[in-house]
Every structure is written in C-alpha cells, then in structure tokens.
C-alpha cells in the first residue's frame, strides 16, 4: 500500500511563506509525476503544480505562477512546494498526488495516489 504524507502546512499573514512537503511510503513505486492540488472550502478540487520526473519539466496554475515552486526528489518520490507571496485566496487544504500511468499532469484523474492534505490558512 502507498501512502503519501504531507506536512508543512499552517497559519500566515499575507506576503508571507510556507514549504509544503510530501513523502511516500509503503509499497515502493515509480512515479512519472507527482503533483500538488488544493481544495478551498466550498470549492472543487484545483490543479496547483505538477513536476514530471523525466525532463524536469513543471506545470503551474496561472494563479501561483512567480509566487510557487515546485521542487522534488525522483528517487525518494518526495516533491516539495515552496510559496511565497501568500495571498487570503490561497487557504486551501492542499494536496499532493503521484501518477504513475504517465497520462496527463494537469487533471485529477491524471493521479493514482493521494495523500490526506495538510490546511493553509493565509489571514489578511
């Protein structure tokens, strides 16, 4: 079985910083991509970052593009994001997800695993 945990997570004033960590483990596997989405309350699930392994090549949401960084570790399937320039509209539960069918990035149903979430809260 796969787990992955994610950590990181908290309270913030706007213009501040939080690092998003999440770790794999159980079962070893092979991930082309891993991801972070978000969820505000209220709201459906969104595409934040995604990083494909081979290449290096990362994807972002118009809406953290300049402010996040997605950063990982291929071989320990542990992927990172690093937020700067917190806004209130950024609190979310934030997600991370692993694909391993090597399909698309951008889309939920592109992932095959999913971690619990870990609360950002960004206060104004």
């Known amino acids: 079985q796969v787990q992955l945990v994610e950590s990181g997570g908290g309270s913030v004033q706007a213009g501040g910083s939080l690092r998003l960590s999440c770790a794999a483990s159980?079962?070893?596997?092979?991930?082309?991509?891993m991801a972070w989405f978000r969820q505000a309350a209220g709201k459906e699930r969104e595409f934040v970052a995604a990083?494909?392994?081979?290449?290096?090549?990362?994807h972002y949401a118009d809406f953290v593009k300049g402010r996040f960084t997605i950063s990982g570790d291929n071989a320990k399937n542990t992927v990172y994001l690093q937020m700067n320039n917190l806004k209130p509209e950024d609190t979310a539960a934030y997600y991370c997800?692993?694909?391993?069918?090597?399909?698309?990035?951008?889309?939920?149903?592109?992932?095959?695993?999913w971690g619990q979430g870990t609360q950002v809260t960004v206060s104004s």
């Open positions: 159980g079962r070893t596997f092979a991930s082309f991509a």
């Open positions: 990083i494909k392994w081979s290449g290096g090549i990362n």
């Open positions: 997800a692993a694909n391993i069918r090597g399909r698309g990035m951008t889309l939920m149903n592109d992932y095959d695993y």
